[in-house]
Each structure stands twice: as C-alpha cells, then as structure tokens.
C-alpha cells in the first residue's frame, strides 16, 4: 500500500517570492510520481510526472519537482510564484505494477499575496 | 481532441436516493477511473474499469458501483445515498490500463441533504 503526506497544509507568499511545497510519501514498491493542480471549482490538471531517469522534472507554468528516493520525497518548487498560480496542489502516487491507482496526499492550499 | 467531461455539474439529491453520474473519456482512452474528493481532502480511488471490467477496487462498499460502455464511456452509481457521500466525484480517463498519466474531468458536485 502507498501513502502521501503533504506537510503543510496552506502556504501563503508573496507574488515574486519563490515557493516550495513539500512531499514525503511511503511505498513498499516502486511507484510513479505526480503533481495535480486544482483550480477553484475545477477538476486536476497534471503539471509534472516522475516515471525514471533524471530526478529532476521540469512541469507546466515554470514548476519543477526533484524525485529524492533515499527521504522519499518529491517537492514542488517554482522560482517566482504569479497571482494566477493561487490554487490547491496535490502529490500522488501509483504503483508502477496493476491497476493504475492514484493515491493522493491532503493537499495544500498555495495562496499568493499581491 | 476533446477531454474528459462530466455530467451533470452539479446534483442535489436527499439520503436513501440513487444517483447515476457521467462520464466520457478522452478521445483513443480506453481506461476510466472514478474518485471521490471530499471537502478540503485529496481525491480517494473508487474504481477502475478497463475495457468494461472493473480492473481494481478501492476501499468503497459495494452500494458504489460503475459501468463501462463499448466507446468507453462510463457511469458510477451509488445507491442508498447517505450525507457523507456528499462530495466532488472525478472522473479520469488514461490511454491504457498500464498507462500512468490519468487526465481528469471536471468533476461532478453532489450534495446528499
């Protein structure tokens, strides 16, 4: 079985600051990597994936993630945030065996300040 | 190429009603899963249907059930509603039943009063 805890549950910063939003999650197999973003009142848009190969994937909207296996995380980061970019983001996880099954962490609410 | 939709939007229903909710996948998807995310939680897997067979299960009594049709379309159905069904109910469709990348619908707002 998978879990997937998000360690902050609401991040508020200012337009231009940089942000990271933290991941850790627990897996006795291997898994796939995932960020979802959900705007108000919308379903999940995918911004980035980690499959293999280079620990470091580059997303949608200027976000990236590093995949670090030996702390089992995988933290979201963008360099400069915009006003647009106020959303809940989730991390998931799936087996990379069976049924393609996302489990999600709790979310956290990215608040950006003018 | 059109992606995920749902229907309806929104639903109001009262407990002990059933309730039947839409979805059509992405077009060449032949994989859908359902998800229900409650208020201020992450999405919880339902169900997987591929190629119109449940092709895994999550931690829902069997009052949640689907259907998957010959163009992929499906329906989730949940009987016996009850207040904590309450919920936003996603849909995603992903091109294989291997395949990683989910793409999500907009999801189906249900209200149990």
């Known amino acids: 079985a998978q879990s997937v805890t998000q360690l902050d549950s609401q991040v508020p910063v200012f337009e231009e600051a940089p942000v990271e939003l933290r991941c850790n999650y627990s897996s006795s197999v291997s898994v796939y990597l995932f960020w979802y973003v959900q705007y108000p009142n919308q379903g999940l848009q995918l911004l980035l994936k980690y499959l293999s190969g280079s620990t470091l994937v580059k997303g949608i909207n200027g976000f990236e993630a590093e995949f670090n296996k030996s702390q089992t995380s995988f933290h979201l980061r963008k360099p400069s945030v915009h006003i647009s970019d106020t959303a809940e983001y989730f991390c998931a996880v799936s087996s990379i065996q069976g049924a393609q099954k996302l489990v999600f962490g709790q979310g956290t609410r990215l608040t950006i300040n003018p | 190429e059109t992606g995920v939709t749902q229907s309806p939007t929104h639903l109001i229903k009262t407990r002990g009603q059933q309730v039947t909710l839409r979805c059509s996948s992405q077009?060449?998807?032949?994989?859908v899963s359902w998800y229900q995310q409650a208020l201020g939680q992450g999405p919880q897997f339902i169900f997987q249907y591929y190629r119109e067979e449940e092709n895994g299960r999550g931690n829902f009594p069997p009052r949640f059930s689907g259907l998957q049709f010959p163009n992929y379309s499906s329906e989730l159905n949940v009987n016996a509603l009850e207040l904590d069904d309450s919920a936003l109910y996603l849909c995603?469709?992903?091109?294989?039943?291997?395949?990683?990348?989910?793409?999500f619908g907009p999801g189906t707002r249900l209200l149990v009063l």
């Open positions: 995603a469709s992903s091109l294989a039943r291997t395949q990683e990348t989910q793409y």
């Open positions: 077009s060449g998807h032949n994989t």
